[in-house]
């Protein structure tokens, strides 16, 4: 899990600084599609992150509450955010 959460956290800092460049292309009225690319390679991180944390939600969390009974249909469910996310 430990990995996990150093992987969370560098993809949070590298969207972060996305955005942070952004602001500034924003700020220098740069050409609105150099922008636009910009905002959807960030949404296309911010995407990765949440699909493993919702991820590392049902294989902890929820097998938790659950227990191994529910193990199969939480993969199940995995396997589907992992086609929509």
Known sequence: MKGD????KRLLNTARGQIEGIIKMVEENRYCIDISNQIMAC?????KVNRE??????ENCV???CGEQG???INEIAQ???KLL
């Open 5 to 8: 959460r150093i992987t969370t």
């Open 43 to 47: 949404q296309a991180i911010l995407t």
């Open 53 to 58: 944390v919702l991820r590392a939600h049902l």
């Open 63 to 65: 097998i938790d509450a």
């Open 71 to 73: 193990k199969e249909k």
């Open 80 to 82: 589907v955010l992992e």
